[in-house]
Each structure stands twice: as structure tokens, then as C-alpha cells.
């Protein structure tokens, strides 16, 4: 695999090459709030440490069209999914999470719309220099230069970016945008490196998951779900925010004689979620709701696949409005066990 | 704004005064633009402003409501608190950016025949004027 | 404002046998955030706070409070909650004591006088955010920054919350034990957000609305937060039948912030909550405040102050305005 | 995207036959559907105890077990409570009406391993439904089966629902039909009581025996003590779960108890299995 500089002067021009839409951390209220579509104005990528909203949302649109149908008629099409689409500036938490969920949409039955988003998507990563205050994605086996999921990484090194390719998807791209590059020699390699050793070292928070998989069944009634949950408003930020989140609810609109079916996000953390027609409620409270949050991450995700699902980008200790710190919740559990 | 334009208007009538209006106007063939759809309620109070947006995301290009006169109101007050509510959802409308002509409200008594044509020639003009309405609609996307 | 003598009070109220808990702040977990705390026993009161930091309005927690089906024989727990306010906080105390959403026996409210809370926004621009717990104090005018052992000053205009610019009630206007002076309030700002607005026409209006419902994710966490919206069946999660589908788009969304604005006209007391929370900083503030102007302007009524008055918009005045109408 | 091979897409069916099984508020409604694509019709391949997502294009769809046995024939059976939106929009439609049939789904009852020995459904209220395709299987095979007791319960006689194939079970040798109501009633012959309690009345002896209970939670719970004061095996006893569900495919999320998916894993659990999920009695 390649690994080859881009000067950033010719951004604009490198963007402007590639075949497929693409997407990039957007700015707006001074903030880089999610990723939208190259408008053309972008001379450079913006300064951001992550979005808000993750670009989750670009493989798994937060609203997706099922099948549609006239109200009077049984004829039913699915939307056509054909735009490719590069993302040039994912973090590696995010990409990460995208492998990690598309376990579940591959499992037993395949989903059609994600894993065909997921195809037509190529995701050009970019390390993290300086991560952020509540990243812990050493913790959970990722790291700021990690490149899983991802095609292409790229490095920013001040002035140029380095961008190694990691899958075939990834050198195909380059091939398109191949006369502004150039090679990358030894020396920046070594740079990157060091990069990544002192972006590593910026990590501050941890957590130890050893034995947490196969301890939280056993902490089921323990005090400390209580304790974590108490303050929770039951909003849907943590799990909105968060990119392995992939619970969606199923709704059908009409307006006039047009009607579709289609999905959207839902939240665990939703009173509604679990609720039966008969008004019963196996999770009655935010204590069970909070629990089966952090279960559903660290343990049954776990069983199923192997894997945690959770990347440990802190967006949900960020937005929550009452600083609920997943982080916080696994000392404690860490600690119960 | 397209001459050919034809508004779709909705309107909730109360029961005991409006539609009664209406009738009258209809009995005593009194002409009035056809643009009105009208949904009678049992009371001007009756009305939701959800009722409102929700005709203008399904389509209406504009809104009557219509009630009996202050005082009038067969159930004693129903269309003071109409009137209080729905004045304060004309301003919330306004200030989101819905042109203040798309949203009306109005007395007709059951008598008044003349004056329901007038309302409702006022309300069409007021909405032609404001154009078609698909800012709001709810299929506004490609489903 | 004196920690110890709120902390003694605290020890004091918590230790009656009919108080379940008190809703208090705590230190967060990192930088300059502070959570909720529900305190039980005495023990615990050493944690309690106030500070510029403590934004959150805890007035939510009252009707938040889940009520899971008992187990058979089992009695409700009808002890009281105390809880600590600041101005913004008790008008949202008020308010929902007029609206019968609790009843004033099941409550003590320790009233907090505040000089005005911060925007962590603004803070963490000015002085980015570390991940050890930083404390902010009130300090004359301004505020100080305890960072390191070493004490930062902090200039009021450069962090103070946008809700606090516009405050008029910095003290409780309902309390049972008041904590500290209350203290002198100050003059408010012009409403620039809502004014610059109001100063658009129609379809600027629109413009900028579409782009802010746009980006809404419906994670509900500004109804949430809200103090006052506390109905049980919410008309977001009502399924049969759906005034509003789920789907996220504009013309849901706006539906939405439509209804949830209109919801809380006459009922809002501007504590700023929605807006803090949003996700995707949406501008909510400038909704509800643009109502509360309506309401107090040309029906002469404010929400949150008399705790005995009636609901704006369950009642009505003859000579309500109606220069509207046809 | 073809059709087939999207698993979200549901077939059409057309409603044969409908019939209410219970009256009051929260009536049962009774399908017969066919699905209108033959081949799909042909292929369909369902066993005791799976369910599909059957649902009413513009409204929505709602998981319901289905509750025809394989070997009646090429149709399918539900048998649906007014509850919710999907339900009351279920039951607004009549023979001729279509809806729609995504399925089926879940892993229904280990009929083959079962093969040999006696089968004791435990019933209650609507949760009947997904018991009565065992009694049609275990009935069309009685050779490869040791018997079948059924005990079935309700709150009064007008909530029993199948009411008409009950007095023709009774003739069977190996059948046993046991029927029960909470309140006393006039003209009513059986039993008198609750469900756990009926079933410690009838003693039965747990040996060779497969024991599946469904019904209100409350009474699953007071069913598998009363099996374990009998003398069942956690082995021998199984019983089926329900939870909201959207998707039916383990993708949406909800319906999990524990690291359980009702939809993929279920519904139909061993009592070994469930024992050790402490989400699954909530």
C-alpha cells in the first residue's frame, strides 16, 4: 500500500478531482457541527477535533425511506441507493465504528440500505494531532491513528497531509488524483510516527474493560445503576451522538394518496423504546434504561460479536446536559465487580 | 405570483355560528370563492393549533378559523380562549417566517351571510397574494 | 455565596424524616461541568456547590420523577424534595405550582440569589477546558478562575450566559429558606437575538429557521430539560394519532419546535435550559423569549411569578387583543 | 434494489376469512390470509411457534405469532388483540382486504426433538395463539408423539379463544383439553381458577414430558414455579417472549432481554436458557 503527500495549497484542487460526492466536517454557530457536502467554498478542511454529530449519519441517514407506496395501491418500491460518496476527514473512532456496527447488519440477514451505503462510501480518515479532553479510544481498542474501517489515512503534518492507503477502494482513489501527489519518503514516515506516539500520549482518561464483558450481568441489581442514572433527563443526546448507536424505529407517513415507510433513529434512553401497546413496560425507568445502555455496549455486544461497541470518541460525555461520564459509570463498575 | 394560481384553504368553522354563516350564505346564494375546504368544529376553542400546521404541512396554502362573536359563544367563552391562543400562534408563525396572510381568524355569526363572503374573499386574496405554500409541506423531499 | 452555611442548611433539611432527598450541584467529572446531585443523607451535603458553573435547572427533576407500577402492598414514597433554585429556577417553581403540577406542601425550595451563571461555550473559548475539575467563583462584578492553585479573573461581559444578560428575576421569587443576600438586579441587555429577528422580514425569517430546524436530530433533549414540559403523555411520543411523524426533516422538525414554542407560551420563564442543552445549537431561546414578549407586551402577563394567579392560556381577559381578526 | 432481496419489504396477502374470537374492548380478530404471490406461497415454510410482521400499508406493522400449524395447509392464521395503532387498523379489515406479511421469523418450537415424548401447553388468554400450531402439529402427527395435554385459561368463558376446536379435541384419545375461567359462570362446566393453580390440581408427572407455558407475564411466572414444584426440569419447560419490535431481523435494536433478541433468538425459550437473563421476567 501507498504512502504519499498532498500539499494543502492544493486542497481545493484534490477535492475537486475525485469522482463522488464528497463530504466534510461543516462549520456552523463556530462550531463543526456534522459533515455535509463539498460546497466548493472549502479552500481546506476546518479546525475541528470531531464533529458534534457523528457521520454516522452518512451511511445510516438519520431518516431513511424503507419503501414507498400509493395509499389506495399495494405497489411498493424501494428508493434507489446509487450516489458514491467519499468522506475526506472521519476521525478514526468513527470509521471504527462503522466496522463495528456493520457486524450487526451483516448478522444472519443483511441489511440492504446500510451495507449498500457502506459500499458506495469511501472513507478517507484523518488522524487525530490532538484529541480531545474525554477521548478514550486507547481504551477500547482503538487508538488516534487507527485504521480500521477506514481506506485512506491521512496525517496532518502543517502544511502537507500524508495519506497511506489501506484498502484497494483506497488506492483506486488516489489513482484518480495521482498527478498531485507526490512520494513519501523515510523521513516522514518517522515524523508520523511521532505524531502518533505523542497524540497517544494526549489521551487522558481510560478505562480498564478487563472483566467488565463478563461482569455487568452480574452487577444486575447493583446500587451504582441507581446512582449513575439519577440525574439522567432521558433525552436521546448520548445515543444520537454516539456513531455505534444503530437502534431505529420503523413509521409510516402519508400525505394525500403518497405514503412511505421509513426509519429512523430511536434511543434506547426513550421511555416509548420498550413500551408494549398494552402500556407494560419492561424497562421501566431510566435506571434500567441506563443500564441496558451501558450493557448493550459492553457486554452483549460483546457476547455477540466479539467486539465493544463503543469507540470511546466522548461524544456522549460531552453533550450530555448533566454530565453523565460513561467513563465515570465504568470506574464505578470496574469497582463493583 | 402566477394568475392561475388557485389557493387551497382551510377552514374550521364553529358549529353553532360560522357554519351556520356559511350555510346561510350557501342557502342564500351568495357567491364565494370555492378555494375553502371547510372542517366544521364544535367550537372555534375546539381548535388545535396543531390542527393549523398540520393542514399547512399537508398541503393547505392557507388557514380560516372562524367563531361565534365575542360573547356569542354558545359554550359562554370557548372563543375568547381561541382567541387568545391563536393570537399567539399567529405571532409564533409570523416570527418562524409563515407569511401573516396565510393565517386568519375571524367572527361570522350565524345570520351573517354577507359578511362570510367577505372573510372568505379577503382570506383567497390574501393567500393568492402570498403565493403557493411548499416550504412547509410534509412530502417536500423525494420519499 | 457562603458554601458552609448552604451545606449546614442542607445537613439540616436532609436530616427531617420527611424529606426524601435534596436536588442539589456537584462537581462534574472533568473541566468546568457540574452535575445534578440527589442527596439522601447528611454525610453527603459536603459535596453541595453554587457557583457561576451551576446552569443546570434542576426545577426538572420534580416532574421527572418516574412512577414504575408498585409491587402489590407496597406504598408510594410521599416524603418531600427539597431542592436548590436561583431566580430563573423558582420562577419555573411557580409556574408549575399554578398549573397544579405539584402541590407546595411536597416541596421545601432553598433559594439560591444569583449574580448570573456562565456560558461554558463562552469559558471554554476564552479558557479552554482541562480535563481536572476547575472551579469558578463570583468575585464583585466578575468571576475568578481556580485553576492550579492559581486564581484567574474572568470578566463578567466576556462569559455570562445569554438568559442571565436578560435577567430580571436574579432573586427566588418562591423559597422556604433563602441562602445568603439577595442580591441587586442589575440592568438587563436589549434582546439583541430575538430583536435582530423581529427586524427581518417574513421570508429572511423562514430562511433562518429552516436553517437551524434543519439541522435539529429530535434527541429530545430540550423537552427533556424543560421544567415545564412535564405532561405524561407527550404529544411527540403519541402514536395514534401522530400530529407529528418521527421522521426527521424540515417540515417535521419545524412542526415541532412550532408546537413545543406554542406549548410554552405564557408558561416559559427563560431559564435558558433548551438552548444550553442542544445538541446542534439551535437557537431555542429566541422562540420562547419572542413569545414571552408577545404575552407580556399585549397581554400584560408574565409566567412564574405569582404562584396563585391562573395558566396564561387557560383563561382570558374580554379586552384581549383582537386586532387580528376579520 | 430487487424486491426479494430486501427482508424489509413485506408480501400482500389476501384475508379469506375473519372472525372474531372474543368480544369487549380488547376483542381478539381472527385471520385467515393467503399470500398472493404463488410462488412465495409455495416456499413458505414456517414452524410452530415462529411469527411474522404482518401489517396495513400507511399505518404500520406489528410482530404477531402465527397461529396456524404447517400441516393445516398453504394459509396462515393470526389471531390479533385490539391494542394499539396497528392492531385497530387490523381489525377495520375484512374478507377480501389485504395486508402485509414480512416473515417468518424467530426459531419456533424444537418440534423434532420433542419427537417421542408428551406435550403439556400451559395457556392463558391470548397467549394461546402462538400454543395452538403445537396442538394442530402434535394432532396431524399423534404417531410421533406420546400425547398432548392442553390447559388453557381465560378470564371468563367469552375470553377462551378457539373455543370451537376445543369440544372436538375431547374426543381424541390422546388429547386431553382442560379449560379453565377466573370468575365463576353460569353454564360453564370446567373448571373454576386460576391457571398455576389448575395445572398443581391436574398433577401432571413431569416424566416425558415438554411443558410450554405462554400467557400474561404474571402467570408464566406463577406457571414455571408451580412446573418446578411438580418436578419439571428446567430442560423440559419452555415458553415464549414478546417485546415491541420494529424490525423482525435483530437490526432495529429493542427487543432484546439481556443479549437476547426476542426476534432472532426467540421467542421461543428453553427455561435453561432464560433463567440466567435477568431482564426476561421484567
Sequence with gaps: MSAMLLNKDKWPEFVGKLSGKVWVPKVEEGEAIRFGPLSGEESKLPEYCNTRVPPKEIVFPETETLYCFQADEHEMTAPEIDERKIIIGIRPCDARAMKIVEKLFRWDVDDPYYLKHRELVTLVGLACNAPGLNCFCTSVGGGPASTEGLDIIMFDLEDRYLLETITEKGEALLKEVEGLLEEAGQDVLAQKEKLIEAAENKISRSVDTEGIAEGLPGLWEDPLWKRVSASCLGCGTCTYLCPTCHCFDIQDETEGFEARRYRTWDSCMFEEYTRHASGHNPRPTRRERTRNRINHKYSYYVDKFDLIACVGCGRCINYCPVNIDIVEILRQVKEAL | MSEDFEPNIVAFLCNWCSYAGADLAGTSRIHYPANIKVIRVMCSGRVNPLYVMNALQQGADGVLVSGCHPGDCHYMEGNYYARRRLGIFKDLLEFVGVDPRRFHMSWVSASEGHKWKEVVEKTVEDVRAAGPFEGFRRRQIDW | ?326 | MKTSENPYIPYLATIENAWYETGGERCIKTFKVVIDDKEVRENWNHCPGQSAMIGVLGVGESMISISASPTEGRFLRFSVMRMGKVTQALHQLDPGDKMTIRGPYGNGFPLEEWEGKHILTIGGGIGQAPLRPIIEYVKAKQDLYAGLTMIYGARTSGDLCFKDEFTEMSKCDDLSCHLTIDIEEEGWEHNVGFVPQMLLDLNPSPENKIAITCGPPIMIRFVLENLKKLGFADEQIYTTLENRMKCGIGKCGRCNVGNLYVCKDGPVFCYSVLKNVPEAFA
Excluded at chain 3, 412512577?67 to 416524603?79: A, H, S
Excluded at chain 3, 411536597?106 to 440569589?113: F, L
Design chain 3, 1 to 326: 455565596m457562603d458554601l458552609e452555611q448552604l451545606r449546614k442548611t442542607a445537613a439540616e433539611v436532609v436530616a427531617k424524616d420527611d424529606v426524601k432527598y435534596l436536588i442539589g450541584w456537584k462537581k462534574g467529572t472533568y473541566g468546568y461541568r457540574v452535575s445534578p446531585v440527589f442527596i439522601e443523607n447528611e454525610a453527603d451535603t459536603e459535596d453541595l456547590i453554587f457557583s457561576p458553573l451551576c446552569t443546570a435547572n434542576l426545577v426538572t427533576y420534580l416532574t421527572l420523577v418516574e412512577k414504575p407500577p408498585l409491587p402489590r402492598g407496597q406504598k408510594p414514597d410521599t416524603r418531600k424534595v427539597a431542592l436548590m433554585v436561583k431566580g430563573c429556577d423558582s420562577r419555573a417553581v411557580a409556574q408549575i405550582l399554578v398549573e397544579k403540577g405539584i402541590e407546595r406542601e411536597q416541596i421545601i425550595v432553598i433559594g439560591c440569589p444569583c449574580p448570573g451563571v456562565i456560558d461554558v461555550n463562552l469559558l471554554v473559548a476564552k479558557y479552554p477546558e482541562v480535563a481536572e475539575n476547575t472551579e469558578l467563583k463570583w468575585s464583585g462584578e466578575d468571576f475568578v478562575l481556580i485553576r492550579g492553585g492559581e486564581e484567574i479573573p474572568v470578566k463578567r461581559e466576556e462569559v455570562l450566559a445569554e438568559k442571565c444578560r436578560l435577567c430580571r428575576y436574579p432573586n427566588p421569587v418562591v423559597s422556604d429558606i433563602m441562602i445568603g443576600e439577595p442580591v441587586k438586579p442589575w440592568q438587563t441587555e436589549e434582546d439583541t437575538g430575538v430583536s435582530e429577528l423581529e427586524g427581518k422580514n417574513v421570508a429572511e425569517r423562514w430562511e433562518y429557521w429552516e436553517e437551524q430546524f434543519a439541522r435539529c436530530i429530535r434527541c429530545y433533549s430540550c423537552r427533556n430539560v424543560c421544567p415545564l414540559c412535564y405532561c405524561e403523555d407527550c404529544i411527540l411520543d403519541r402514536l395514534n394519532p401522530t400530529w407529528i411523524n418521527r421522521a426527521v426533516n424540515f417540515s417535521e422538525n419545524t412542526a415541532f419546535h412550532i408546537a413545543r414554542a406554542f406549548h410554552l407560551a405564557g408558561r416559559c420563564v427563560e431559564c435558558g435550559e433548551c438552548e444550553r442543552v442542544c445538541p446542534v445549537k439551535i437557537p431555542l431561546g429566541r422562540l420562547n423569549r419572542k413569545l414571552a414578549r408577545e404575552v407580556r407586551d399585549n397581554y400584560g402577563f408574565e409566567p412564574g411569578l405569582d404562584p396563585d394567579g391562573k395558566p396564561f392560556q387557560a383563561s382570558y381577559k374580554p379586552d384581549d387583543p383582537e386586532d387580528f381578526i376579520l
